[in-house]
């Protein structure tokens, strides 16, 4: 029974953490672009420097006409925000914040993550087919390509931790992860962080959904709360991504005090890179397609492929 | 039957079916998406026939890359949403018969050479991947390396058609 009780509790906690981060995150994008950007954002909702204010946008949404258009394919329509964000949800189950503080500590754990995270973009392509929208359907194609590309990289790197821990689980790369690692595995972490924005796509990687080209891409025609789900799924995305990051190459719970502040330690180093994604969109323009193309194949996979190589040398000797 | 025989039964059937509505489908790009369902529940299968690594490969390559480049194919070639004419060929017959047949050899093989192998569950290390990984390199190391000669080959095959520069014409 007490088993029981655990894994509901252990799946409420990741729903709730699910819930909550990505508004956060979505909340330090609206002040931190705003003061880079020499304005104040959000001040009015909530009183206290507009803290309320994506609670309002949500509001919002969920009051807003659920259109669906005429010529779209409607149960793929409507189905394709579910698939872009329940895979996000299924992955935060696999991440560990601290030694034991995990959903689910999976064997697998670096690839479970990995193949779940790559379910997620089904979402996007089945949304840009069935919109019947040539927008969509060109933003549709953007992503695919862009997956196509980034993919290769991403795994890549994410594997190059793997190797010198000798262990797939997450909560294992952690364990004998290594200050100096910092630096030896510095190349992986570019290529990971950066093929990971791409997988996102966010800015400066944010092709499908340029919206001086194309209007906003695969999400044109979705209205209330199925765009507002495509967004929530975007910076749950932003979540996972950093948490991975700070899981795999910055040393999840370790630091001082990590006895007793190990979940904080993860916590903030997951924040610290959300902050620079957040950054990234306010400090790069976006790229081309040949630009992303050539990013991917001509420096990100060789990049990697030489970290792999130096990993494999380093684990052996 | 126990619970994990019932889930196993019934992913099958899932697996099965959206099978079958994959060559049925009138739009192809349902087809695409129903092939996401039959690969996925076969992953189900995979898992629960204590193969860990096995499944989440079947998930990251062929969800999260083989169908995406197939729906990428085909949006390049079909835009419009509407169920399309002229999809199915005369050869549909035939190619039911042949695949029928197939699967005949292939389930007869399966069953004529597992039929006495059972998997005990409660050991867990079946398919992880440690075990994987063992049995790759140090039995399996020979076709391992062959088939990865043979992708390279196809590789190479790629790059050359696709670089359709006879006599420098570009």
Known sequence: ?317 | MSAVEVLFALLGLVAVGSALLVVTTARLVHAALWLVVTLGALAGCYLLLAAEFVAWVQVLIYVGAVVVLLLFALMLTRAPTAAEAGTVTANRPLAAGLAVLVAAALVSSLVAGFRDVRIDLDDSVVGSAETTGEALFTSWVLPFEVLSVLLLAALVGAIVLSRSTRGGGR
């Open chain 1, 1 to 317: 029974m007490a088993e029981w009780v655990e894994v509901v509790l252990r799946v409420l906690v990741v729903i709730a953490a699910f819930l909550v981060l990505p508004l956060l995150v979505g909340q330090t994008e609206h002040k931190a672009m705003a003061h880079m950007q020499s304005r104040v954002g959000p001040m009015y909702a909530g009183g206290f420097h507009g803290w309320a204010q994506l609670v309002a946008d949500g509001v919002k949404f969920a009051q807003k006409e659920d259109v669906v258009p005429a010529a779209a394919d409607r149960t793929v329509f409507k189905l394709a925000p579910a698939v872009a964000l329940l895979p996000y949800l299924v992955a935060f189950v696999a991440i560990p914040v601290g030694p034991g503080l995990v959903g689910q500590d999976l064997d697998l754990g670096l690839f479970f993550v990995l193949a779940v995270m790559s379910v997620g973009v089904l979402g996007s392509l089945m949304g840009g087919w069935a919109s019947a929208n040539k927008y969509s359907l060109l933003g549709g194609m953007r992503i695919a390509a862009q997956l196509m590309a980034y993919e290769l990289p991403f795994v890549l790197a994410a594997v190059s931790p793997a190797m010198a821990a000798g262990t797939l689980s997450l909560t294992g790369i952690v364990e004998a992860w290594q200050w100096w690692w910092l630096l030896w595995q510095l190349p992986a972490m570019v290529v990971f962080f950066v093929a990971g924005l791409a997988e996102l796509r966010r800015p400066p990687f944010d092709m499908p959904v340029a919206d001086s080209e194309i209007v906003f891409g695969p999400y044109t025609e979705y209205t209330g709360l199925r765009f507002a789900l495509f967004l929530l799924a975007e910076y749950a995305g932003i979540v996972l991504l950093s948490a991975l990051t700070a899981v795999l190459f910055l040393g999840g719970w370790q630091g001082p005090f990590e006895g007793a502040l190990g979940w904080l330690w993860t916590l903030v180093k997951t924040g610290v890179v959300a902050f620079v994604v957040i950054w990234a969109r306010v400090a790069y323009p976006r790229l081309r397609e040949d630009q992303l193309q050539s990013l991917a194949w001509k420096v990100l996979v060789p990049v990697a492929l030489a970290q792999l190589a130096l990993t494999t040398v380093v684990a052996v000797a």
